[in-house]
């Protein structure tokens, strides 16, 4: 069965750097775009990054751009996001996702299946 | 930047209620809306993408509708499980942004 587990993360000081693993598994790894979305606590879902099933294109929202890296190893079926200055705002539960396209609308996609999340807490 | 709104913030009703939540876009995006039920403690469930299509293994009470920039998620006969708050998601531009979602509660 498809899943997705994180891990990495922790408490962590503001302007320090933490790296969080999705590992995958039950599914053709290569095949599929993953994504990270984070949670505050008490809040809604905020989308962070993707990359690409080939890793040939990751974007990110504003929020982290410049700060966080996302990036995968097919080999080792996982993706990463490396977070670099921290801040007190970023703490939140992370969440990975695969991303899965429409059959019949391929422009159109949706996140099939999650992980449980890992929590974040940047705080001094 | 896409704004995406979704009402009620809450809603309350009893078992064998027809529930139904709205998700609009500050622009069209088409059919590009994907339905999430997310529990305490628990990661996000999807139950609709493309605005109308049932995932698989969600049940057929859950239903959606809508293009363009109004949308509709309707529980036929609200069960016990299915509280939770429901959040919208947009995939048409970049950034994905998600409603700021809807809590169900069961009288």
């Known amino acids: 069965q498809v899943q997705l587990v994180e891990s990495g993360g922790g408490v962590v000081q503001p302007g320090r750097s933490l790296r969080l693993s999705c590992a995958a598994s039950g599914f053709t790894f290569n095949n599929y775009g993953i994504h990270w979305v984070r949670q505050a606590p008490g809040e809604g879902l905020e989308w962070v990054a993707v990359?690409?099933?080939?890793?040939?294109?990751?974007y990110y929202a504003d929020s982290v751009k410049g700060r966080f890296t996302i990036s995968r190893d097919n080999s080792k079926k996982t993706v990463y996001l490396q977070m670099n200055s921290l801040r007190v705002e970023d703490t939140a539960v992370y969440y990975c996702?695969?991303?899965?396209?429409?059959?019949?609308?391929?422009?159109?996609?949706?996140?099939?299946?999650w992980g449980q999340g890992t929590l974040v807490s940047v705080s001094s | 930047d896409m704004q995406m709104t979704q009402s009620p913030s809450s809603l309350s009703a009893s078992v064998g209620d027809r529930v139904t939540m709205t998700c609009r876009a500050s622009q069209s995006i088409n059919t590009f809306l994907n339905w999430y039920q997310q529990k305490p403690g628990k990661a996000p469930k999807l139950l609709i993408y493309a605005a109308s299509s049932l995932q698989s293994g969600v049940p057929s009470r859950f239903s959606g509708s809508g293009s363009g920039t109004d949308f509709t998620l309707t529980i036929s006969s609200l069960q016990r499980e299915d509280f939770g708050t429901y959040y919208c998601q947009q995939t048409y531009s970049s950034p994905i942004i998600f409603g700021p979602g809807t809590k169900v509660d069961i009288k």
């Open positions: 996702a695969r991303e899965e396209i429409v059959i019949a609308a391929p422009y159109e996609y949706y996140f099939d299946y």
């Open positions: 990359i690409w099933y080939d890793g040939s294109n990751k």
